[in-house]
C-alpha cells in the first residue's frame, strides 16, 4: 500500500484538533439536543424500547442530515469531519443513539447521495434529512456477515421491474425505516451483486424487530423480509454488477461512524470515573485517591487521545478521497485508516466501560448507572461494521500486499 504522501495527499496541516467557527456552531448545538435527549434515553434504556423523542429532538437540532449536500432538504453539506466530531458528541449518550444515525446518514442517506441518480437523491434524501422517513442498510444475512459473497437474496430482471427473494438481519432501523438500500445476486450467480432501493411499502417488503439483544435496547435492530418483493426498475442503485462496491464505500462510512462514536462513550465513562472517585469513599479515603483506580483512569485517558489521532486522521483522509474519487490510490490509504479507527476505538470504548464498571464496584452493576450500559452496548461495536478479526486482517494485508489476502 502507498504512503500518505505518495497518494499526492501530504496535507494533513489540519491535524492541529482546532474547530473552526462552523464547526463550534454545529457542535454546540449537538451538545444542546445531546442534553435535550438524555433524560428521555435514560428513561427508555430501563424500559428496553426505542426512544421515541430521538428523531424529532435531532430534527429540531438539524442533524438528521449532517454531512449531505445543502440541496436536498435539511442537508447541512457538514465535511466527513465535523460529522465525525458530532457524532463524538453523540456516542457520549449511548451506543443506541449513535447507531441509529449510522443506519440512517452514515449507511442510508451518504449511500444514496454518493451512487443515486439525481431523481433518487431527489426523491428520499429529503424527507430523510427533515426526519420525515427513516433509512437503513441492509447487507447482513443471517448466512451472511463478514463474507457478503455469501448472500442468498437475490433478485431477477422481469424488464418493468426486479424481484426480489431473500432476507436481512441484524439490520439496524430495519424495523423503523421507511426504505432500505438492499443488496442481492443475480438469481443462481455468485457474481454481478446489484443495490436497490427498497420501500416499506413495496409489495412482497415486511420487516420485523429483533428482540433480546445483548445491549442497545433503544436502538431498533430488525430483520427485513422480501417475498417476491417488486422493485421498481429505476430503484436500481448504482451501475448494474457494480453492488459490491455500493456495499463497500457504504462501509466504509458506517465504519467511521463506529469510531467516532466510540470516542464520545469514552468520553462519558472518564466523566463518570472521575466524578464517582472524588466522591466514594473506602478505607478512609477517596478511591480517587488509591493507586489502581487512578491506574484505570490514566488508561482510558490515554486510550482516548491515542483515538482521537486515529479517527480525526481517518475522517480527513475520508473526505480527500470523496473529494477525488478517481484516485484508487487514496482510497485504498483511507480504507485502511478506516479500519485502524475502528477496531482501535471500538476495543479502546469496551475497555473504558469496563474499566468503569470496575470503579463504581457493586453500583456498576445496575443499569441505573452509565457504565454497565456502555459496556454491553459497545461489545457491538467489535463485530457490526467488519469485526476486529476483518479489520486487524485489512490492516495486515495493506501491508503484507494482496497476494496474502485470507478471503478471495
Same mark, same amino acid.
Given at each position: ?8 495527499? /501530504? ?14 456552531? $454545529? ?52 465535511? %466527513? ?22 443506519? !440512517? ?8 447521495? &454518493?451512487?443515486? =441518480?439525481?431523481?433518487? &437523491? ?24 463478514? /463474507? ?20 436481512? +438481519?441484524? $439490520? ?6 421507511? =426504505?432500505?438500500?438492499?443488496? +442481492? ?80 462513550? %469514552?468520553? /462519558?465513562? %472518564?466523566?463518570?470515573?472521575? =466524578? ?8 478512609? &479515603? ?10 484505570? %483512569? ?7 487521545? +491515542? ?10 483522509? &475520508? ?38 464498571? #470496575? ?14 450500559? !456502555? ?7 467489535? $463485530? ?8 486487524? #486482517? ?15
Amino acid at each position: 500500500m502507498k504512503t500518505i504522501a505518495e497518494t499526492g495527499i /501530504d496535507d494533513l496541516s489540519q491535524m492541529n484538533f482546532d474547530v473552526s467557527e462552523e464547526q463550534r456552531l $454545529i457542535l454546540e448545538e449537538v451538545d444542546r439536543a445531546c442534553r435535550e435527549l438524555r433524560p428521555f434515553e435514560d428513561e427508555a434504556y430501563l424500559a428496553s424500547r426505542f426512544n421515541q423523542h430521538l428523531v424529532p429532538i435531532f430534527k429540531k437540532a438539524k442533524l438528521l442530515g449532517l454531512p449531505i449536500s445543502r440541496l436536498y432538504g435539511e442537508g447541512q453539506g457538514a465535511d %466527513i469531519l465535523t460529522y465525525a466530531l458530532a457524532l463524538e458528541r453523540i456516542g457520549r449518550e449511548g451506543t443506541g443513539v449513535r447507531t441509529f444515525l449510522s443506519g !440512517h446518514v452514515s449507511l442510508g442517506q451518504l449511500t444514496v447521495q &454518493k451512487w443515486g =441518480s439525481e431523481e433518487q &437523491k431527489e426523491r428520499y434524501l429529503p424527507p430523510a434529512t427533515r426526519g420525515e422517513k427513516v433509512m437503513c442498510f441492509g447487507l447482513t444475512e443471517p448466512t451472511a456477515g463478514s /463474507d457478503p459473497s455469501s448472500l442468498r437474496t437475490s433478485f431477477e430482471d422481469r424488464g418493468t421491474h426486479y424481484l426480489l427473494n431473500g432476507s436481512k +438481519a441484524w $439490520i439496524s432501523n430495519g424495523s423503523i425505516a421507511d =426504505s432500505a438500500v438492499i443488496f +442481492a445476486y443475480p438469481k443462481g450467480k455468485r457474481e454481478g451483486m446489484c443495490a436497490f432501493i427498497a420501500e416499506k411499502g413495496f409489495e412482497g417488503y415486511t420487516s420485523q424487530q429483533q428482540k433480546h439483544k445483548l445491549g442497545m435496547p433503544t436502538s431498533d435492530t430488525g430483520s427485513i423480509f422480501l417475498d417476491n418483493c417488486k422493485i421498481p426498475r429505476e430503484n436500481l442503485l448504482g451501475p448494474v454488477g457494480k453492488g459490491l462496491g455500493v456495499a463497500y464505500s457504504g462501509l466504509m462510512s458506517g465504519r467511521l461512524s463506529v469510531a467516532g462514536g466510540c470516542l464520545g462513550v %469514552i468520553e /462519558d465513562c %472518564i466523566e463518570e470515573s472521575v =466524578s464517582y472517585a472524588k466522591q466514594r469513599v473506602q478505607h478512609g &479515603k477517596l478511591i480517587g485517591k488509591h493507586q489502581l483506580v487512578q491506574r484505570h %483512569i490514566g488508561i482510558m485517558s490515554t486510550n482516548l487521545d +491515542a483515538a482521537k489521532n486515529l479517527v480525526y486522521k481517518a475522517a480527513l483522509l &475520508k473526505q480527500k478521497s470523496d473529494e477525488q474519487p478517481a484516485n484508487l490510490d487514496l482510497r485504498e490509504v483511507a480504507d485502511v485508516a478506516i479500519a485502524k479507527a475502528k477496531y482501535f476505538a471500538s476495543n479502546a470504548s469496551f475497555d473504558a466501560a469496563d474499566r468503569a464498571v #470496575q470503579i463504581f464496584g457493586s453500583s456498576g452493576y445496575s443499569f441505573e448507572t452509565r457504565a454497565p450500559r !456502555h459496556l454491553v452496548d459497545t461489545r457491538v461495536c467489535r $463485530i457490526y461494521e467488519g469485526t476486529d478479526e476483518i479489520m486487524v #486482517q485489512k490492516i495486515a494485508v495493506s501491508l503484507l500486499g494482496t497476494d496474502f489476502e485470507a478471503y478471495k
